[in-house]
């Protein structure tokens, strides 16, 4: 009997912080908080759009500013100390509101953007504050690339990469990540660092669900079989993986992607066209949401059932951007 009551008073315990928690969202939501304001996209109500006060960046900077970017690269579970550094400064909300909104399927994504000028090096500052809002909603992975937890790199007016993720001048198409590694990309975070003389590129956005011919594709025989999946030398990840497009379901039974055009190695003709047609009509879809990110503001989303790319720049001789990109698993 003392058992039953003990266990009763858990979980009586448990539904009052849940209920407490659900409370503070929906009040920050309608209302904010000192710390950090929510609301929905104008253009798109999955996408939410999350403001840091600018108390919240001082704060932020005050509480880790005994650590620098060479200090959270050699010591991953200092990375968790920053991010706990913020979420303290939210009041603890910012943790819980996050995961909320990047696991609950109708919306997954979110905006993140913060008010003031950060002291010191700016750069740096971002990398920090990109790096608390990874570890608050999972681990990011390796990233091959650039031989870092997250990868650094510019968009300028010429390119000779092997890929579309430098090419200014053309549309970066509809795609998710992590197609062609053995590890598990739930999440992808990417940040404007800085840009010069840009008109143009666009953040574009579509969910798994928006998608009109979904069901065309996702019921296709070829739906759910394996493909297999390369990349390119710059990715600097050797070997095959197998996977299919609709690798999964969720628990309601919806399906997850894992799609890009340029790495898909299709074997045969069957593979080659439900590919093709596929990509065209990720590319024709009029649900693709296009966003313009400000300088210092991440996107970031699930990667699974949002696909993302990037429309064309607008030439010019001095076109420069600086991205910031993490990607991982939720913890």
Request: proline content about 3%; aromatic content about 10%; some cysteine.
């Amino acid at each position: 009997m003392l058992t039953l009551m003990n266990n009763v008073d858990i979980i009586g315990r448990v539904i009052i912080r849940h209920l407490e928690i659900f409370m503070s969202l929906a009040l920050l939501k309608d209302e904010g908080s000192a710390s950090f304001t929510v609301k929905s996209h104008d253009s798109n109500n999955r996408l939410q759009v999350i403001t840091l006060h600018e108390d919240s960046l001082r704060a932020f900077q005050d509480a880790t500013q005994a650590w620098d970017v060479q200090a959270i690269e050699y010591k991953p579970f200092l990375r968790f100390a920053v991010a706990a550094a913020l979420d303290q400064v939210c009041a603890g909300l910012l943790g819980p509101c996050l995961n909320d909104i990047i696991k609950n399927r109708e919306q997954g994504a979110f905006l993140l953007d913060y008010q003031g000028i950060p002291s010191g090096d700016k750069a740096d500052f971002n990398v920090m504050l990109s790096t608390a809002i990874s570890h608050l909603i999972g681990v990011p992975n390796f990233d091959s690339m650039h031989g870092k937890f997250y990868a650094r790199f510019t968009v300028r007016n010429v390119d000779n990469s092997d890929s579309y993720l430098r090419q200014a001048h053309r549309r970066m198409e509809l795609h998710n990540d992590g197609t062609y590694v053995d590890e598990r990309t739930d999440f992808v975070l990417m940040m404007k660092m800085k840009e010069k003389n840009m008109e143009g590129g666009n953040s574009l956005m579509l969910h798994v669900d928006d998608w009109q011919d979904r069901d065309t594709f996702y019921d296709h025989p070829l739906g759910k079989k394996d493909i297999q999946w390369g990349s390119p030398p710059s990715k600097q990840v050797a070997g095959k993986v197998f996977h299919p497009v609709f690798f999964e379901e969720d628990e309601n039974g919806k399906p997850n992607m894992l799609f890009i055009d340029q790495f898909a190695e299709p074997q045969n003709m069957q593979q080659g066209l439900y590919l093709h047609k596929m990509g065209e009509s990720l590319e024709q879809e009029q649900n693709c949401l296009s966003v313009a990110v400000p300088e210092g503001a991440m996107l970031v989303m699930h990667n699974h059932r949002w696909l993302h790319g990037r429309d064309k720049f607008i030439a010019h001789d001095g076109l420069e951007r600086e991205l910031l990109r993490q990607r991982g698993h939720f913890s």
